[in-house]
């Protein structure tokens, strides 16, 4: 198959969008298949701020990368950028013939991928990574009405597709709450690299390994870690809130950020109010090799947000054996299990603290939910989603060809 793949959001942009369909290219190529990505183009800056060189990603000789003009976009990445779709791209994307065309996000190069969809004859897919009401935090307005249009055109951009995936249930509870209907849906989990994130011995005996990474970060024996965007809409707060309460019982505790964001400041004055600033460690964007070793360092991985669909820090740091204490908010509790760790109510400070300490101080339960979590995320691992994926475009070519008597 030669499969299109359209998105808004692409390297060099830090996201976890970008991240996932790059890994499920890489899986597609090696069952046999060809991908060709159709993205925005980028700027220096926007290379730059991910302390990238400015030049195109090498993904191999069967991945093309086709990058369309574009504009700057406030995101929370602060690396946006914007496609005015024209229609007139499908004619470039026909020499290329895609077997099925798989579309990302519903901007500019979403709208390219309908266009050349209808042109084409060909089946379009569509993922929606979105939680659709924090999205709107980013809209350049404002207005009631121009809110729940924005909401309408969402809905009827994936009423388009043959089939639209999420990697939660709580995206498809939103969208019909808003009014989706009359197209098949299916959660597929964003791939996960079980191979990069593990943990440092997979036979458990990590010893002089952990202690190696401890000291290398400057880690204690009970360090909690979280891993994303620091802003206000991930909530990191309430784990700073927790903070203090955990020190009382676990003296030397410590909280990790992997990551940065605009909430950063904020967090480091509110630390300081509470007494805890000596305790929080920000580590800035580190590299997946960095970052998995980060997590091997760690006892726990903590999760405040309310607007993740999944949360790809969660799943890695599960995939090298972390036990999880997440709230109870859109997509967190349908990867959050009793085997893998604990959910608490959103904005429970108290809650998030005493299940941590929970963890922090019995070592066998600690233990027994990492190696649950570990267990559980391999069956998000990447070659397992990218075998999910072959058999779902076969399937929706399959079933549109014979609708429409291809």
């Given at each position: 198959?030669?499969?299109?793949?359209?998105?808004?959001?692409?390297?060099?942009?830090?996201?976890?969008?970008?991240?996932?369909i790059?890994?499920?290219?890489?899986?597609l190529?090696?069952?046999?298949?060809?991908?060709?990505?159709?993205v925005?183009?980028?700027?220096?800056?926007?290379?730059?701020?991910?302390?990238?060189?400015p030049?195109?990603?090498d993904?191999?000789?069967?991945?093309?990368?086709?990058?369309?003009n574009?504009?700057?976009?406030?995101?929370g990445?602060?690396?946006g950028?914007?496609?005015?779709?024209?229609?007139?791209?499908?004619?470039?994307?026909?020499?290329?013939?895609?077997?099925?065309?798989?579309?990302q996000?519903?901007?500019?190069?979403?709208?390219?991928?309908?266009?050349?969809?209808?042109?084409?004859k060909?089946?379009?897919?569509?993922?929606?990574?979105?939680?659709?009401k924090?999205f709107?935090?980013?809209?350049?307005?404002?207005?009631?009405?121009?809110?729940?249009?924005?909401?309408?055109?969402?809905?009827?951009?994936?009423?388009?597709?043959?089939?639209?995936?999420?990697?939660?249930?709580?995206?498809?509870?939103?969208?019909?709450?808003?009014?989706?209907?009359?197209?098949?849906?299916?959660?597929?989990?964003?791939?996960?690299?079980?191979?990069?994130?593990?943990?440092?011995?997979?036979?458990g005996?990590?010893g002089?390994?952990?202690?190696?990474?401890?000291?290398?970060?400057?880690?204690?024996?009970?360090?909690?870690i979280?891993?994303?965007r620091?802003?206000?809409e991930?909530?990191?707060?309430?784990?700073?809130?927790?903070?203090?309460?955990?020190?009382?019982?676990?003296?030397?505790?410590?909280?990790?950020?992997?990551?940065?964001?605009?909430?950063?400041?904020?967090?480091?004055?509110?630390?300081?109010?509470?007494?805890?600033?000596d305790?929080?460690?920000?580590?800035?964007?580190?590299?997946?090799?960095?970052?998995?070793?980060?997590f091997?360092?760690?006892?726990?991985?903590?999760?405040?947000?309310?607007?993740?669909?999944?949360?790809?820090?969660?799943?890695?740091?599960?995939?090298?054996?972390?036990?999880?204490v997440?709230?109870?908010?859109r997509?967190?509790?349908?990867?959050?299990?009793?085997?893998?760790?604990f959910v608490?109510?959103p904005?429970d400070?108290?809650?998030?603290?005493?299940?941590?300490i929970?963890?922090?101080?019995?070592?066998?339960?600690?233990?027994?939910?990492?190696?649950?979590?570990?267990?559980?995320?391999?069956h998000?691992?990447?070659?397992a989603?990218?075998?999910?994926?072959?058999?779902?475009?076969?399937?929706v070519?399959?079933?549109?060809?014979?609708?429409?008597?291809?």
């Amino acid at each position: 198959m030669r499969i299109a793949i359209f998105s808004d959001n692409f390297y060099p942009e830090l996201s976890g969008i970008s991240d996932s369909i790059i890994a499920l290219s890489k899986q597609l190529v090696r069952r046999g298949h060809f991908v060709d990505f159709y993205v925005p183009k980028y700027t220096k800056k926007e290379f730059a701020a991910a302390n990238l060189p400015p030049t195109e990603i090498d993904l191999g000789k069967n991945i093309k990368v086709h990058r369309f003009n574009s504009f700057p976009y406030e995101t929370g990445t602060g690396q946006g950028r914007f496609v005015i779709p024209d229609g007139f791209r499908s004619i470039t994307i026909f020499r290329y013939h895609p077997d099925v065309i798989h579309t990302q996000l519903f901007f500019g190069v979403g709208l390219e991928a309908i266009f050349a969809a209808r042109l084409l004859k060909k089946p379009v897919i569509g993922t929606n990574h979105t939680a659709l009401k924090e999205f709107l935090k980013y809209s350049p307005f404002h207005a009631t009405w121009f809110n729940t249009g924005l909401l309408k055109y969402v809905n009827w951009y994936y009423e388009r597709c043959e089939l639209v995936t999420a990697p939660s249930q709580s995206v498809f509870d939103e969208m019909v709450a808003l009014g989706f209907k009359n197209v098949k849906s299916r959660v597929v989990s964003n791939p996960i690299d079980t191979v990069m994130f593990k943990p440092v011995d997979a036979s458990g005996k990590a010893g002089a390994n952990k202690t190696a990474l401890k000291k290398k970060f400057g880690f204690t024996e009970a360090t909690l870690i979280t891993a994303g965007r620091i802003a206000d809409e991930k909530n990191t707060d309430v784990l700073v809130r927790a903070l203090p309460q955990i020190k009382k019982v676990v003296p030397n505790a410590v909280l990790a950020f992997a990551g940065r964001g605009p909430a950063e400041e904020k967090l480091k004055a509110l630390a300081k109010t509470l007494g805890v600033a000596d305790s929080l460690k920000f580590l800035g964007l580190l590299d997946k090799p960095t970052l998995a070793e980060a997590f091997n360092a760690s006892e726990l991985f903590a999760v405040a947000s309310k607007s993740d669909t999944q949360n790809m820090g969660m799943m890695q740091a599960m995939a090298c054996g972390l036990p999880i204490v997440g709230v109870r908010a859109r997509g967190l509790p349908e990867y959050i299990h009793d085997e893998n760790g604990f959910v608490v109510e959103p904005d429970d400070d108290k809650a998030m603290a005493l299940k941590a300490i929970d963890i922090l101080t019995h070592k066998t339960k600690a233990a027994t939910l990492g190696k649950g979590a570990r267990t559980y995320v391999e069956h998000f691992s990447e070659p397992a989603i990218g075998a999910e994926w072959e058999a779902i475009y076969e399937g929706v070519i399959k079933s549109y060809n014979e609708r429409n008597n291809l």
